[in-house]
Nanobody, 122 residues
Framework: VQLQASGGGLVQAGGSLRLSCAASGRSFVYYSLGWFRQLPGRQREFVAAISRSGSSTSYADSVKGRFTISRDNAKNTVYLQMNSLKPEDTAVYYC????????????????WGQGTQVTVSS
């Protein structure tokens, strides 16, 4: 599966952005989907994930209550709605797809998008 992330940009603190990740290829519904983020010189960290059916979601503590992950299997797309953004949310955001393993573990995901920059100004 190939993933293409979009929707990043520059926003003021307190604002909102919606990231999208479109997948091509077959069997989109068989994949758990996740969003991770990375700052220069730091490891990629888990942000949010959603199960194949969409019935189960997980969030990093730092984004709970502010971010919402969703998926549309008919459109082969996963979304990350980000509200009440903070400067510390600034990072490159990556979408990922995986089949087996814990949804919050980076090692679960074998397919990654190219990343989209999110910058939150104070």
């Amino acid at each position: 599966v190939q993933l293409q992330a979009s929707g990043g940009g520059l926003v003021q603190a307190g604002g909102s952005l919606r990231l999208s990740c479109a997948a091509s290829g077959r069997s989109f519904v068989y994949y758990s989907l996740g969003w991770f983020r990375q700052l220069p010189g730091r490891q990629r960290e888990f942000v949010a994930a959603i199960s194949r059916s969409g019935s189960s979601t997980s969030y990093a503590d730092s984004v709970k209550g502010r971010f919402t992950i969703s998926r549309d299997n008919a459109k082969n797309t996963v979304y990350l709605q980000m509200n009440s953004l903070k400067p510390e949310d600034t990072a490159v955001y990556y979408c990922a797809a995986g089949i087996r393993g814990s949804m919050i573990e980076r090692s679960t995901y074998g397919y990654w998008g190219q990343g989209t920059q999110v910058t939150v100004s104070s």
